[in-house]
């Protein structure tokens, strides 16, 4: 990788809402252990992407950074990995 070269963190979720114009909520989903039991818990962020490829509720997409977009909005989506079935 080349000085000119940013490395852009890519997220996988689940789009959740898409009732904005532009935007659409997709959640993120992983698993780590907890400190002190060591049980595997599930923890879950909400993150708002920039969506121009028109995906829709429960849709599996692919994120990535971006610059800020608006006060909330710093993803983008870059590609849709399934479809919902409906």
Same mark, same amino acid.
């Not at 829709?56 to 849709?59: P, S």
């Not at 997409?61 to 983008?76: F, G, N």
């Given at each position: 990788m080349s000085d000119n070269q940013k490395h852009v963190r890519t997220l996988e979720g689940r789009v959740i809402s898409n009732k904005m114009e532009k935007t659409v909520t997709v959640l993120i989903e992983r698993? =780590?252990?907890?400190?002190?039991?060591? $049980?595997? =818990?599930?923890?879950?962020?909400?993150?708002?992407?920039?969506?121009?490829l028109g995906a829709? #509720?429960?849709?599996v =997409?692919?994120?990535? #950074?971006?610059?800020?977009?608006?006060?909330? $909005?710093?993803?983008?989506v870059v590609e849709i990995v399934t479809r919902a079935e409906a």
């Open positions: 698993q =780590v252990q907890h400190p002190l039991l060591g $049980k595997i =818990v599930r923890r879950s962020t909400k993150l708002h992407a920039q969506n121009d829709n #509720e429960g849709d =997409v692919r994120i990535s #950074e971006c610059r800020p977009l608006s006060k909330t $909005k710093h993803h983008r």
